[in-house]
């Protein structure tokens, strides 16, 4: 969407108040920018005009720039726990560790922008708020759950904590790569078939040793 500026906010008609969805509108807009032309572009007034609103209209819903990326990471965050808690029910313990990974890699393809505002800091000068970072814990902590709940009925041999680390790490690792257009493979087939050997390989240093 364009970003065309103009010193003419006479132009541009506020959202009322009472309009519901003129928060998700601007907030389209912002990850439209951002997509679309870098975060650079993201400013009030090119989401304003993105928005079809004034710049008054996004400092009201948002409060500023920063609010407006907050708003941003919190979203996907959200989503993206919200997928994360619908992975596995019903599977057996080990089979959900790889499974998380596997709707990990999924829901950042999909929503690219998010990822990397969630994960790349990729608007200079933002900072995660204390509540911003405790919801993008839970994601984590969700890992930690079915990692414990693998060590419990005796799949994987550790610290909950320890091989959940190293699993987030090694799965952003594969994801960020692949994102990037770093991850070699020539068809996705092939990126995708790259990481679910990967995932097993991660998975299967965590196994208790058998004799």
Known sequence: MATTK???????????AETPD?????????????DSHGATALTVRSVATAAGCSTTGVYTWFGGKNKLVEAIFLDGF??????????????NELDRVALLGAAYRRWALANPTHYVVMFGH???????????????????????DAVADSIRVGSIDGEPFEIANHLWAAIHGYVSL??????????????????????????????????
Do not use: H, N
């Open 22 to 34: 003129t928060r998700a509108t601007i907030l389209r807009a912002a990850v439209s920018i951002i």
């Open 6 to 16: 103009s010193s003419d906010t006479s132009t541009f008609r506020p959202f009322p």
């Open 178 to 211: 692949e994102l990037a257009g770093m991850a070699f493979e020539t068809t996705a087939a092939a990126r995708k078939r790259t990481f679910d050997a990967g995932m097993r390989r991660l998975i299967t240093g965590c196994l208790v040793p058998t004799d």
């Open 78 to 91: 959200r989503r993206f726990g919200g997928t994360l808690d619908r992975v596995g029910r019903g599977a």
């Open 122 to 144: 990729a608007v200079p000068g933002y900072q995660p708020s204390a509540e911003a970072r405790s919801v993008a814990r839970a994601t984590f902590d969700g890992l930690v």
